[in-house]
C-alpha cells in the first residue's frame, strides 16, 4: 500500500512518501548514486529529504523519484505540486494505451511502407 497523509506541507514530505512508494531510501538512493553503497546511498537520500540538512536533491533527481514513483501508480509529488502551484490534479496517461496507439501506428506505417514499396516496383523502381 502507498503511504499518503492527507496533506503535504513541503516537496520533501510529498518526495518521501515517494521514495517509500517506489521501494524505499536503500533502493531509490541506489538507482540515483548506483557508486555508492546502497546503506549509504539511502542515508544520502534521507538527509537530502530532510528539511533541516544542507543536502539536497537536484531537479533532475526529484524527477527521477517522480517517475519511479508514478511506475508504481504513485502520484503524491505531481499531486503535491498541483495544489502548491493551484492546478487542476493531473490524470495520469495510462502506458497501456500509450503503447496501443504506438503499436497501432506502427502497424499502420508498416501497412504504408509495403504499399508504397507495390507501388514503385510496379512502376519498375523497385528493388
Known amino acids: 500500500m502507498i503511504p499518503q497523509a492527507l496533506f503535504y506541507e513541503s516537496m520533501d514530505e510529498a518526495l518521501t512518501d515517494a521514495v517509500h512508494a517506489a521501494g524505499g531510501p536503500k533502493v531509490v538512493g541506489a538507482m540515483l548514486w548506483p557508486d ?11 538527509r537530502c529529504l530532510s528539511p533541516d540538512r ?9 524527477l527521477f523519484i517522480m ?33 496501443d496507439r504506438l503499436q497501432r501506428e506502427f502497424v499502420a506505417a508498416k501497412n504504408e511502407f509495403s504499399e508504397l514499396l507495390k507501388r514503385m516496383e510496379r512502376l519498375g523502381g523497385g528493388s
Not at 544542507?54 to 526529484?62: F, T
Request: include cysteine; charge should be negative; proline fraction near 9%.
Open 67 to 99: 517517475r519511479k514513483a508514478r511506475d508504481v501508480d504513485c502520484h503524491i509529488p505531481m499531486a503535491f505540486l498541483c495544489d502548491y502551484l493551484d492546478y487542476e490534479s493531473p490524470t495520469p496517461k495510462n502506458p497501456d494505451t500509450e503503447r
Open 36 to 46: 555508492k553503497d546502497p546503506q549509504e546511498a539511502g542515508k544520502f537520500l534521507n
Open 54 to 62: 544542507s543536502e539536497k536533491l537536484e531537479l533532475s533527481q526529484w
